[in-house]
Structures are given as structure tokens and as C-alpha cells.
């Protein structure tokens, strides 16, 4: 979420940047490798129902040798929630595969789309919805767009603030040793 405002994909290519790469990726292939599910984009959201609970899903941030865990919290939830909002937010770093994804999103579960834009949590295995609009999924989703469309607009009114010195300089500093 930070590089929606804070341009870290390009004032931190060896660090953060990296990091907001590689964990849209392993999102991605957990989701469609691991899960087998036709959409990805596993974040915290509500539940794929009504009832008005939420709950984190998805890879955490590194790869681990098969057969290990890779959920968050595989023992507390179930692996059983997309939210369109990751997607969005991973334009930035995966443009193509993220497009491609909120297309299938809307293509093959149009439930997941309203009025007022996409609800916050879908069920790939049973098509559920839950039919919640989250005020913060929505802003990350306007921030994203507004990146995307608007050449990285968000993160050039912060680059343009005076206190954004600090940011730039710790991030061309930082290095992370990550899997490749």
C-alpha cells in the first residue's frame, strides 16, 4: 500500500520497490498455482458472505520450499477470499497480470461489481460475495487508478512535498536480500 503514495518502486529498485514486486508476484502464484483459483488478489478484507466479519488472506512475503505453510494464517481462515482491491493496488508493479485479473473478476463473477464499484470480497470456489463497500478499499482502489491512469499522480504530489527528502534518501539507501 505505501507505494501508492510514497514512489517506491523507483526510489527504492533494491528495496522496498523490490519487495512490493515480489509479493505481488508470490500473491499471484499462490493464488493461481498453490489455490488452483481462476482470479487472484488475497489481501485483509470482509468474508465472502453477509455477516460482516474480516479476515487476512494470502501468501505472506516470501517464498517458501513446497510443503511448507504459506498462508497468513492458514489455521485461522481459510485461503477462501479474493478482494478486487489488491489487484488494483498491483497495477503498479504487475500492470499486464493485474489488467488481465479485474477483468476475469468482472467477467467471471459480475456479482462482485455494483453500483458503487467493486464489493470488498469474493468466494472463487463458490462465486459468494460479500456485498460490502470498505471506505479504505475503495481509497486504495482511487489511489491505484489515479496512479495508473494519471502517470503515477499520487506518488508526484508526495514526491513534490518538501518532507519527502527523507523517504527518497532512505530508499536509494536500502537494500533487501530477498529470493529472487
Known sequence: MPNLVV????????????????YARVQLKYATEELKYSVWGLSCSSTADDSGDYACYGAMGALFPTGQQLAICGACNPETTVSPHASVIALDVLPQ????????????????????????ALNPTTG????????????????????????????GHFAKDPVSWAAQTYLSYETLDIVK
Do not use: C
Open 7 to 22: 514512489p517506491e518502486t523507483s526510489w527504492g529498485p533494491t528495496s522496498f520497490g523490490l519487495a512490493d514486486l515480489k
Open 97 to 120: 497480470q493485474a489488467f488481465a485479473n479485474i477483468q476475469a473478476l468482472r467477467t467471471l463473477y459480475p456479482g462482485v461489481y455494483g453500483a458503487q464499484g467493486f464489493y470488498d
Open 128 to 155: 459468494a460475495v460479500g456485498h460490502r463497500i470498505l471506505v479504505l478499499d475503495q481509497s486504495l482502489i482511487m489511489a491505484a487508478l489515479d496512479n495508473a491512469l494519471e502517470n503515477r499522480a499520487m506518488q
